[in-house]
Structures are given as structure tokens and as C-alpha cells.
């Protein structure tokens, strides 16, 4: 098995359903990264709920990647 990973720019991100229920890692323009599930995307903000089920808002202009990996066949 191998993995594939999904890099999502800021301004890819916004509006981009495909990123909710996923589990992701987000790189802020601070360099920091938190570890989640993206609960809501709108035009704005990523709302992420980390393991410990606390949730985090992230104003789009915050957010520099967001990463997403995939486990593939081969």
C-alpha cells in the first residue's frame, strides 16, 4: 500500500466541499500545523475538530496549505 497526497493552496480552499468530514492537516501563514477533521467550509473559514474533539476556526487569509492523504493499492 502507498499513500498520495492532496495539497490544497488557500485559494483552493474556500468553498471547497470536498474538504468537509476529511482528515487533514493545516499549515497556518504562521507556520503551525493542527492535525483534524474539517467539520464546515464556507468562504471565510475552516471550522477543524481535533482528536480531542475541540474545535478550531481559521479565517481563510490564515491558512497558507492544507494537506490530505490518500492510501492507495500499490
Known sequence: MGKRQ???KAGQI???NDLIDQEVDLIT???RVWHGR???VNQSEVVLR???SGKHRFSIDQIDKIYRD????Y
Open 50 to 52: 481535533d482528536a480531542r
Open 14 to 16: 474556500g468553498g471547497n
Open 29 to 31: 501563514i504562521e507556520d
Open 38 to 40: 474539517v467539520v464546515s
Open 70 to 73: 490518500i492510501v492507495t493499492d
Open 6 to 8: 492532496i495539497v490544497y
